[in-house]
């Protein structure tokens, strides 16, 4: 084993603008890294600022202070001996790039900036940032003074290049430019670059992590070579979770896989591998090598170092392992959780509150919070001083140690049912029996005295009192008085999360957690203003049917009976008056459609990207079997009046976690208009006519 290499990647928990604890971050990192052997360390994407500064990067202060970390890592004898390869925002002649900044021994080797920009979903780099687009070319980058001081260098080299060690050559692949289809590492490879380096910063989507791990796979596959992939990992800052995976991959093969969700602020993973291994899997691929023959040379910046050990004949190198993936309802059970677990730390409050109706939705929301203090209790178990401190800061208690999950639920959450004189006896008890399994600290409360003062107020003005339908009211008041009811649930979930801890003798306050789904979101089956209106809600961008999948692994993992009677409940709001004591509303005759189908309106309109017409055609095809298109057409209208007559109510939606890739979140993901012609008639008259064709 004559060409045995170290190499390391990591996975770490960035803030967005937080260059304090960022900066600790990528120094633990290094020291990780360095104490396995490593001679080479990759961070993901933009790590010394976080990914997420969004308008940030327009700022000066956000270059001035980069550099300033930077220069704190270039002068620090624990950078020494192992080439460290960072992220960071850089202005060259004036242009914004995305850049790795790459050194060794206090020196800068090369500053390579981004190729191909990540624009699509939630990312918006060209809006910060320019592509680098003169292939193969490099210039001189002129340091600032802060840089020049400690490395002694006037200028460096800035652009496409690739770096030759003594013993191999490396070339870097930012995040985008690996999903690209003209990806950097084909001719890179080719050109024999041997290690390829990808420092990303990838969000998590359900059922998504595959697609990573396979278009790294198949990077090496194609054409020989060792592929090293960062990712940041947590919140840091928004409405998205960086899901971690760091990997390393040889030849087509995953040899080392980081976790996907953890507490663990940073993670570092440290494999070694033959370089003869490239060399030869690349030897006889007849066809890598003659592309290899006339490709295009890259500019090569030589390193006097080498990333093996000359007595390395007995090195152990690593060997091929199978990915892990976690199921969808594995990954709801833990993405959302580490994600509050963030928000609370870095929000720096003494909870969550949760209004829990004994439905899914909201059920659902309470689980995650259980899931994430069982994450925390195991964190701690395992010895992660990190999660310690900070439970103990959350608590207010120097000593605490949160060992038994339901012990540190109570403190943390409080959960609260508001009854009116609609609820039934049902959804209270079960809201009842959940909130004693978690363990949360649960108070019943009745709103009905609130909500007659409110129509009160409203009687003695106008000498009329509004009737529910059943009574004999119209419509209008109908929705009117359920209204008013769902906005003063709203108004006393703030006062609660505000006072509980102050009438417990308990210092801070509490996050309010909303649980409104994606599909209800889109519909737009929701009051505004009323318990979707919420601090953040962890389950926005997640479906009905995922939520269903989630509840019964609950059942199952957490041993929570308690889910069983939620589960198989019909869903209902409970605004309209029970008759004979029994719920007479459901959601889904309410509604007018499925939540199945909802879940399919919502893919084709955002992921198909199908105004009424197309969906139409679409849907005559999938439900041949169970619509005739006249069924068809007034189901795909009732779906188009319906979004369109509430989209207005996404403007103000509470920031939810992104899971789903047909979310209608308004805030970057999906932009809309909000005042619709909800007639639609040029595009319902081109419907008709299909459907009289047919």
């Not at 603008?17 to 360095?34: C, H, P, Q, T, V």
């Not at 940030?56 to 001996?81: G, I, N, R």
């Not at 979930?493 to 509490?510: S, V």
């Amino acid at each position: 084993a004559h060409g045995a290499v170290t190499v390391a990647t990591c996975a770490h928990n960035q803030w967005a603008l937080d260059f304090e604890g960022n900066l600790e971050r990528i120094f633990r990192s290094i020291d990780i890294a360095k104490s396995q052997g490593a001679r080479y360390r990759l961070g993901p994407e933009l790590e010394i600022c976080g990914y997420g500064c969004s308008d940030h990067y327009y700022e000066s202060d956000t270059l001035l202070h980069s550099f300033q970390v930077l220069a704190k890592l270039l002068e620090s004898p624990a950078t020494q001996d192992i080439i460290c390869d960072v992220g960071m925002p850089v202005l060259h002649r004036n242009v914004r790039y995305n850049c790795r900044v790459i050194f060794l021994n206090k020196k800068i080797l090369l500053i390579r900036p981004k190729i191909s920009l990540a624009n699509a979903g939630n990312y918006r780099e060209l809006r910060w940032f320019t592509p680098w687009n003169k292939a193969r070319h490099v210039e001189e980058y002129f340091l600032p003074r802060i840089i020049q001081e400690v490395t002694g260098q006037e200028t460096v080299p800035f652009g496409d290049a690739v770096l030759a060690t003594k013993d191999t050559c490396l070339g870097a692949e930012i995040c985008e430019e690996l999903w690209a289809p003209n990806s950097p590492h084909i001719e890179m490879g080719l050109d024999g670059v041997e290690i390829f380096a990808n420092s990303s910063g990838s969000h998590h989507v359900l059922r998504k992590a595959h697609t990573r791990v396979d278009l790294v796979n198949s990077a090496t596959a194609k054409n020989g070579g060792i592929y090293i992939l960062a990712n940041q990992k947590g919140c840091d800052g928004d409405r998205l979770y960086y899901d971690g995976c760091a990997m390393i991959s040889m030849n087509g093969e995953t040899v080392a896989q980081g976790s996907q969700f953890s507490l663990d602020d940073v993670e570092v993973l440290v494999a070694t591998l033959d370089l003869e291994d490239v060399r030869s899997y690349r030897a006889e691929i007849s066809s890598r090598n003659l592309a290899a023959s006339k490709v295009d040379p890259y500019p090569r910046v030589k390193v006097n170092f080498a990333l093996s050990c000359s007595d390395d004949v007995a090195v152990p190198t690593c060997m091929p392992i199978q990915w892990r993936h976690h199921s969808p309802e594995e990954e709801i059970s833990l993405g959302p959780a580490c994600w509050l677990w963030d928000y609370l730390r870095r929000s720096k409050q003494a909870g969550f509150l949760l209004p829990l109706s004994g439905g899914i939705d909201s059920s659902a929301t309470a689980c995650i919070v259980y899931s994430m203090c069982h994450q925390v209790c195991l964190a701690v178990k395992d010895g992660n001083a990190d999660v310690l401190a900070d439970a103990r800061k959350i608590v207010n208690d120097e000593t605490y140690v949160p060992e038994d999950p339901r012990e540190f639920c109570k403190r943390i959450f409080t959960t609260c049912y508001m009854a009116s004189e609609n609820s039934s006896q049902d959804t209270c008890n079960r809201a009842k029996l959940l909130a004693e399994q978690i363990g949360s600290y649960h108070i019943n409360l009745n709103i009905d005295t609130a909500v007659k003062a409110i129509v009160g107020i409203f009687s003695v003005v106008t000498g009329r009192t509004p009737r529910f339908c059943v009574y004999g009211g119209s419509s209008r008041e109908n929705l009117a008085l359920q209204n008013v009811q769902a906005r003063v649930r709203m108004v006393l979930a703030y006062l609660f999360a505000q006072l509980t801890l102050w009438t417990r003798g308990m210092p801070g306050g509490l996050l309010v957690l909303g649980s409104a789904n994606v599909d209800e979101s889109l519909r737009g089956y929701l009051t505004k203003y009323d318990c979707s209106s919420a601090d953040i809600n962890p389950i926005g961008g997640i479906s009905k049917t995922d939520l269903k999948n989630f509840i019964q692994y609950c059942i199952e993992n957490f041993q929570l009976t308690a889910l069983r009677s939620i589960m198989s409940a019909p869903p209902t709001a409970e605004l309209e008056p029970l008759v004979d004591g029994q719920v007479a509303q459901t959601d889904e005759a309410d509604m007018g459609m499925t939540y199945a189908e909802l879940s399919i309106y919502g893919k084709l309109r955002k992921i198909a990207k199908a105004g009424p017409y197309s969906m139409f055609c679409k849907l005559i095809n999938m439900w041949k079997e169970i619509c005739t298109p006249r069924e068809v057409a007034s189901k795909v209208k009732h779906f188009f009046r319906m979004y369109s007559v509430n989209r207005h109510k996404m403007t103000t939606l509470t920031p939810s976690y992104h899971a789903e890739n047909y979310s209608p979140d308004d805030n970057r993901f999906d932009l809309r208009p909000f005042l619709y012609n909800t007639t639609w008639s040029w595009q319902f008259r081109c419907i008709d006519k299909q459907v009289n064709a047919l």
